[in-house]
Structure formats: structure tokens, C-alpha cells
């Protein structure tokens, strides 16, 4: 019985260099977070509303009282989904919904599929050292010559067309 050589090592993959699409990707995920936000606040001022009408206890600005004391919870909250989300899509499936509308994924840059740790090292640290500068470690990406912007570089992945 002859027995297959190890997998050949798979090739490094160039980033995209589409800029524009990874950030039309990025502004239809932040459009998908901010409309579940949207909604989470639209349902607890619906939900505060009703349990204090019948008390006649309903302030006449309740968006200010919404937006104080219930929003400000729910901005917290959404800021961990929203970091949840990003590294969670991107570890599990190697793209998030915005990238996956696109055409995008997230792969290492010698071609292997991108690890969880790996995952959260671009989306939530590289993330802050990317957008540390006014946001230059995103620019980065659009004159890279491999198309990577500071996140991509200190994770070791890049951002292709998905297969």
C-alpha cells in the first residue's frame, strides 16, 4: 500500500485589493448591529412604556429617559455583541454577513483557513491598533501592496474572494 504524501503546503494568498468592498462590507455589518440596536431600543421604550402608563407615572420625555438610562446599557451591550459577532463570524466561517454578501472572506496569508485565536487576535486587538491613528491601520489597506491593513499584518491574514 503506498501511502499519500503529506498535504502540499498551500500557497500564500495576495489580499484583495478592493478596498471599496471592504468597507462597503464593514458599513453593511455596522448597518445590521445598528438596526438590531435600533430595534432592542424601540422594543424597551415600548416595554417601559407600558409598565408605566398605568401608573400615570409616563414622563414627558421619554426618549430622554430612554436614551439615559436604557440606552446607555444597550450601547455597552451592543459594543460586546458587536465584538462577539465580528470575532465569533470570523472565527467560525472566515467572513461576516457583510463579507459573505460580498463575496469576502478572511483567510491566513499562506492560505489556510484563519483560527479562532487567530480570529480574535485581528478582530478585537488588531482592530485597535488599527483604528488607533485617526483610523490609518484600515487606510493602510488601499496602498498595501498585499492589500492588508494593520489588523491583517499583525494577525497574518488577509482578506480574498471567497471560493
Known sequence: MIWPGPDPAPEPVR??????????????DLALLAGLEFLALTVAAFVW??????????????????????G?????L?????????VGCTARWGQTAGKK???LRVVRADGGPDGGGQAF???????????????LGYLWAAWDA??????????????ARAR
Do not use: I, S
Open 15 to 28: 489580499g484583495l485589493r478592493g478596498f471599496g468592498l471592504r468597507v462597503a462590507a464593514m458599513l453593511l
Open 121 to 135: 487576535f485581528r478582530e478585537a486587538l488588531g482592530r485597535l491598533a488599527a483604528g488607533f491613528l485617526v483610523g
Open 72 to 76: 446607555d446599557m444597550l450601547d455597552a
Open 146 to 159: 498585499g492589500g492588508q491593513g494593520w489588523h491583517d499584518k499583525l494577525a497574518g491574514t488577509v482578506v
Open 49 to 70: 412604556l407600558l409598565a408605566c402608563a398605568p401608573a400615570g407615572a409616563v414622563p414627558t420625555d421619554v426618549a430622554a429617559w430612554v436614551n439615559w438610562r436604557v
Open 101 to 103: 454578501l460580498l463575496g
Open 78 to 86: 451592543f459594543m460586546m455583541l458587536g465584538g462577539v459577532y465580528f
